[in-house]
């Protein structure tokens, strides 16, 4: 019967789902010779990176188009040279970032398309996916939940593309601590996990109507528990 549940479980990966931006495109600060005394329309070329819009004390400050030698390109606000206020940032591979930023990366509020179709909207930090944001997969699963260092960590929900659900702990986008899953035959497990696994003390309830509580460990039955047919 557990190889029934293993069988159920496989297919379903447990892996950092998130990836940012930061790194591909990182901001540098450009200067002039002249120093104007307000912000101007202007162009500063570094190598074969180039920049056309304000510029203030030799920097990138107020509005501006930066297309990177990388083929990164950013559009929007500047301040002192660096990514700050509201913008979009296209990379070379094709993903895309649109909300807010702040001292040149990624913090507040931003939605993220990657080229394979996923999306993740919400909260944002120091250019990571961090605080509570939800995640549409290319696959069609969908995780709405807590994010620490672009990782599912905390509170969160996962509907999987077959129709499974878990909602509960995570842990580095594990399920980690007490959660509940749902299969969509039916079956229903709730209690502790640990590192993805059951692991703990939980309840297994069949859509037949048996019933297992007691200790798992690694996914397996372990030790004294107590069955219900």
Known sequence: QDQELVDLLRGVKDEKVFASL??????????????PPLAMPGEIERGKDYYEGEILDGKADGWGLMKYASGCVYEGDWKDGKR?????????????????????????????KLVDGSVYEGEWKGGKAHGRGTMKYANGAVYEGDWKDSTSHGKGTIKYDNGNIYEGDWKDAK???????????????????KDGFRH???????????VYKGRFKNNKKYGKGTKKY
Not at 85 to 100: F, L, V
Not at 175 to 193: F, I, M, S
Request: charged share 35%.
């Open 22 to 35: 930061k790194g591909k495109c990182s901001h540098t600060e450009y200067k002039l010779q002249r120093r």
């Open 84 to 112: 700050h206020g509201k913008g979009t940032m296209e990379d070379d591979s094709g993903d895309m970032y649109e909300g807010d930023w702040k001292h040149g990366n990624e913090h507040g509020k931003g939605t993220c």
């Open 175 to 193: 399920r980690h601590g007490k959660g509940t899953y749902k299969w969509a035959n039916g079956d229903v497990y709730d209690g502790e996990w």
């Open 200 to 210: 703990g003390e939980g309840t297994h309830e069949r859509v037949n109507g048996n």
